[in-house]
């Protein structure tokens, strides 16, 4: 595969796959009528970020795979954590289940400091290109833990 459609594919799966669960909740995103905690950010703000950190996902799993690096464990926690990824605005936005949602997330934490540790050893800058999104998902895993606790 040219190293073009590698990173072309490998960018294309988390956005499609994020993508999806978009319009799965479309319609169904209550953030704006929730109690939040302090530093909540606007609502507007939560697609560029998702955008940014797929496509930041998508060339760190290129690099892996146009170097031949991605093995079968960095394969398997890789596509597990987007799965676990689209689960959470199902459980939080589509069904309102904020306590599944609270333990969905704090599973992607523990997830993507694996994957990360697994990108790392094998290219440093595909690990480092997954800090961010680390960074936004326990900020997500707050907010999600101070929407479940003043939103009952």
């Known amino acids: 595969m040219s190293k073009f459609k590698t990173y072309a594919v490998s960018i294309a799966v988390p956005l499609l796959i994020g993508?999806?669960?978009?319009?799965?909740?479309?319609?169904?995103?209550?953030y704006n009528t929730l109690a939040k905690p302090p530093l909540s950010p606007p609502s507007f703000l939560f697609p560029l970020m998702w955008g940014v950190l797929y496509v930041l996902m998508g060339i760190s799993y290129g690099i892996?795979?146009?170097?031949?690096?991605?093995?079968?464990?960095?394969?398997?926690?890789?596509?597990?954590q987007l799965l676990v990824n689209f689960l959470w605005p199902l459980l939080?936005?589509?069904l309102?289940?904020?306590l599944a949602a609270l333990l969905c997330i704090l599973a992607l934490d523990i997830l993507v400091i694996i994957m990360i540790l697994r990108f790392y050893r094998k290219n440093?800058?595909?690990?480092?290109?997954?800090?961010?999104?680390?960074?936004w998902i326990l900020f997500a895993?707050?907010?999600n833990w101070g929407i479940y606790i003043l939103n009952g």
Request: glycine share 10%; aromatic share 16%; hydrophobic share 50%.
């Open 64 to 80: 892996l795979k146009d170097g031949m690096l991605a093995d079968e464990k960095i394969q398997r926690i890789y596509y597990i």
């Open 96 to 98: 309102k289940w904020r």
């Open 124 to 135: 440093r800058i595909a690990g480092l290109l997954q800090l961010p999104y680390l960074l």
């Open 19 to 30: 993508g999806l669960a978009g319009l799965l909740i479309w319609g169904k995103i209550d």
């Open 92 to 94: 939080f936005f589509a």
């Open 141 to 143: 895993s707050y907010l």
